[in-house]
Every structure is written in C-alpha cells, then in structure tokens.
C-alpha cells in the first residue's frame, strides 16, 4: 500500500530545502550583490547605503563590475588581471575534473562489480580521507612534492634522478592535490549510478558479438550519463572558487580567482570589488548550470 503524506506535511518536506536555500544561499547572494553596487570611499565599513534620500534615486557604483572586464587606464577589454584569474581558474577546474573522471571512473567500476559483501569496505576506503584534516591532507602533499620532499628522495634513491625535481608551487603540484582532494566527489556519484545497472545488458552485447571496449563504450557509458555528469559537476564547481590548494601549493603564475577575491577583500580592503568578483563567479557557474537543465528538462519533457 503507498504511503500518502497529509498535505501539511507535504508542504513541510518541501518547504524545509526552499528555506534552507533562502537562508544559506539567496540571502548571502543578495548581501553579496548589495555590496558589490557599493561605494566604500574611504571607509571601514562595507555596508553603506546605496539610496539617495536626496534625489530619490539608487547610487549604484557600475566601476565595481566595469574594473573586472576593463582596466582603469583604458586598456582593451577583456585583458585585465582577473579575466586571467577566471580563465586560470576555470581551466584548472576542467582538467580536475577531466583527471578525476578518469581515475574515478574505473574506481566507481571495480566497486560496483565487486561482492556486496566487500562493497561498504572499499566505500570506507574512499571516504576515508574525509575522516582527517583538509589542511592535513594538503600539507602532506608539500612533504610529498617538495625539493626535499619523500616523491624526490624516493627518485634519487632509486638513482632515476641525480638533483630533485622542482614539483611544487607548479601546475602539476596544483592539478595533484586538486585530483587527490575532489576524487571523492566523482567517484561516490558514479559508484551510485553504476551498482544500478543491469550488467546482464553486457552480457547480452557480447552475445550479440560486441568486443568489451564497444560493450563499454555502447552500453555501460550511456546508462551512467546522469552519474558522469554529476560527478563533473561536483568536482568543477567547487574547484573554480578553490583557494586553500591554490595558495598552498601553487606559485605566482598559478593565482585563481578564488585568492583574488581574497586579496581584494581582506589585503585591499576593497569589499565591493571583492562582492562583484564573486558575483560574477556565481554567475559563470549558475548560468551554465541552469541552461542545461532548462534544455535537458525540455527534452524529458519531449520524450514523454
């Protein structure tokens, strides 16, 4: 017999994410853009207000979003520092991505073939670097890379180098511990679409003469679609705003957009800028995000 909700309880289960989405993210969003049309002037305090009792109007600051697309000395468009911030930090953020499809993905397979059995153990396995500090983790990535570090000593050891090799504060550092820390988030969402599949579909494409690689390719890839496209999306979006792996182990050339908001808010003290800096990052993730779905729920929508 199915269960039926009573319609106030209805309301509750549903009302309870719209809240908790007003409250941590719609009200820090509006706070954020009511900064960002601030101007601060000399002052301490960013929360100044923007309507002119005089005149009746909004006194917007527009600079604050104009600096970020063009530089005050009236150079080109689109070549200032943060431009290069987001184009830094979305790239960084794909080739996560890209590298922890890669490496989740047969992980997330293993799992989900194996036993029943031992499936909670290798789960455990891959939710265990969340039981210890992120700080921790990551700061164990410099005594890993580092010139003095266990990965060089190992090499010279071994005798395949003679000097260390300069692995930290590089791109490779950065896209290490990215990988490392975000794996998890490809590799849970995965795991969860795939132990749903019918792996007796596999077995018939073999009958039907398939090679494994065209089985895989054919079959298994498309029924985990909406998992890849999941994990994608957990790895990308947190990792454009990344600031802590970024600072700890990048160098100069590897700011992202993440430490300039930083830098703008707590070394600069310029609050609005920092707001419409991240104004604009929210925007280059939302946007996106809500295209795709807009489409992807018409074209279900079309199919039945």
């Given at each position: 017999m199915a269960l039926t909700i009573p319609m106030p309880g209805k309301r509750f289960v549903i009302g309870v994410p719209f809240v908790w989405l007003l409250v941590f993210f719609m009200l820090p969003f509006l706070i954020l853009a009511y900064i960002s049309f601030v101007d601060m002037g000399n002052d301490i305090s960013p929360f100044k207000p923007i309507w002119d009792h005089d005149t009746g109007l909004l006194k917007l600051k527009y600079e604050n979003y104009i600096s970020i697309f063009r530089?005050?000395?009236g150079g080109a468009l689109f070549e200032t520092i943060y431009i290069e911030a987001y184009a830094r930090s979305i790239w960084y953020a794909l080739c996560t991505a890209v590298l922890c499809l890669l490496i989740g993905y047969p992980f997330s397979y293993f799992i989900a073939r194996s036993p029943a059995s031992v499936r909670p153990a290798l789960l455990m396995m891959v939710m265990l670097p969340f039981w210890t500090s992120f700080l921790l983790r990551v700061y164990a990535w410099k005594g890993i890379l580092a010139d003095q570090g266990v990965l060089n000593q190992l090499l010279m050891g071994l005798g395949?180098?003679?000097?260390?090799?300069?692995?930290?504060y590089t791109n490779v550092s950065m896209l290490v511990g990215m990988t490392y820390v975000y794996l998890p988030f490809m590799v849970l969402p995965l795991y969860a679409n795939l132990v749903k599949m019918d792996f007796r579909l596999l077995e018939a494409a073999y009958d039907l003469g398939a090679s494994p690689f065209k089985a895989f390719w054919l079959v298994t890839v498309p029924l985990s679609k909406a998992g890849i496209i999941a994990g994608f999306m957990l790895v990308f979006i947190p990792c454009v705003g990344e600031f802590v792996i970024p600072s700890l182990l990048g160098g100069p050339e590897n700011i992202m957009i993440g430490r300039v908001v930083w830098d703008e808010m707590f070394t600069?003290?310029?609050?609005?800028?920092?707001?419409?800096?991240?104004?604009?990052?929210?925007?280059?993730?939302?946007?996106?995000?809500?295209?795709?779905?807009?489409?992807?729920?018409?074209a279900a929508d079309s199919r039945h």
């Open positions: 530089s005050p000395d395949i180098i003679s000097e260390p090799i300069q692995m930290l600069s003290n310029n609050w609005p800028r920092a707001s419409a800096l991240a104004v604009v990052m929210i925007g280059l993730i939302v946007i996106p995000l809500a295209i795709y779905y807009h489409f992807t729920g018409d």
